[in-house]
């Protein structure tokens, strides 16, 4: 199979590209050295909208698809593996939000992630419990209008500089893996505590200094949070009769990026420019 990307994806590369050699590959070794958070690369990142370009325009992000998501990652970690885990985890927390999410929940914690005041991490691993995510232990018991969680994860990606996190915990044992709910946790949520720092091999700046490990414990531990932050799973509305058939995948219908002048280290603009392909159809079998 031979697939030409459409014109919109390459300048994205392009534009990622001279970004991550000017501002952040000169942080990069002292950020491995000293296991800090590459708070250069977000700034960076953030300034010109590509932390958490994933967020839906509705909610103040860009709009942007899996492949444009792909190729930030892929050209922030050719320079610095700890600063590409800020776009990454962004979407890996996110996305059960966007999944499965309220509303509410969606207008309350993605505008702020789309503006870069909040990181939103991940946390489903457990000490016991890593690649056989089913054996999580953590539980969460309902209490009233409350979720009462109690357990200890591991190797959160950017724990404790991040705000929010999406949590598994158990909440019906009997039913085993399908017995597993998401919840939004907060880092101020009453319960919260961020364990000792584990040494690594790489990616040494994941997550930050303030929290004083590399890959600490994370929530929850004993934290309480409202029922309104569970995610809820609910039937894609084409399995239901009578409903319209299953949606179609494709590129991106528009590059909001090319929207956005990004200065380069050069101090040229990669300049935007109007699509020319609205969806990557020129895949063809060799």
Not at 173 to 197: L, M, N, Q, Y
Not at 266 to 285: D, I
């Given at each position: ?58 909610h103040g992000g860009e709009g942007a698809d899996a492949l444009a998501t792909v190729i930030i990652i892929e050209e922030v970690a050719r320079v610095c593996a700890s ?136 929530p929850p531990t004993g934290s309480s949070v409202p029922t309104a932050r569970v995610l809820a799973r609910r039937s894609p509305p084409w399995t239901t009769p009578g409903s319209p058939s299953r949606p179609r995948l ?37």
């Amino acid at each position: 199979m031979t697939c030409v990307v459409p014109e919109q994806y390459e300048l994205l590369r392009e534009t990622v590209r001279d970004l991550a050699e000017a501002k952040i590959a000169p942080a990069a070794a002292d950020v491995d050295a000293n296991s800090r958070f590459p708070a250069e690369a977000l700034d960076a990142l953030t300034g010109a909208g590509l932390h958490a370009a994933h967020i839906p325009e509705a909610h103040g992000g860009e709009g942007a698809d899996a492949l444009a998501t792909v190729i930030i990652i892929e050209e922030v970690a050719r320079v610095c593996a700890s600063s590409s885990l800020i776009p990454a985890v962004n979407k890996l927390g996110t996305v059960p939000l966007l999944l499965a999410g309220s509303e509410e929940l969606k207008r309350k914690y993605l505008p702020a992630v789309a503006r870069g005041e909040a990181l939103f991490s991940y946390a489903l691993s457990e000490a016991s419990a890593g690649s056989d995510a089913a054996g999580i232990r953590t539980r969460a018991v309902r209490d009233g209008d409350r979720w009462v969680l109690n357990g200890t994860k591991m190797w959160i990606s950017n724990a404790g500089v991040s705000q929010y996190y999406t949590v598994m915990a158990v909440t019906d044992p009997a039913k085993g893996a399908r017995g597993i709910s998401a919840f939004v946790v907060e880092k101020t949520d009453p319960g919260v505590s961020f364990g000792e720092s584990e040494k690594k091999l790489g990616i040494k700046g994941s997550p930050p200094e303030a929290s004083s490990s590399p890959t600490p414990a994370s929530p929850p531990t004993g934290s309480s949070v409202p029922t309104a932050r569970v995610l809820a799973r609910r039937s894609p509305p084409w399995t239901t009769p009578g409903s319209p058939s299953r949606p179609r995948l494709s590129a991106s219908p528009r590059a909001p990026w090319t929207t956005r002048s990004t200065t380069s280290s050069s101090g040229s603009n990669s300049a935007a420019r109007s699509p020319t392909s609205r969806a990557c159809s020129s895949c063809s079998p060799t």
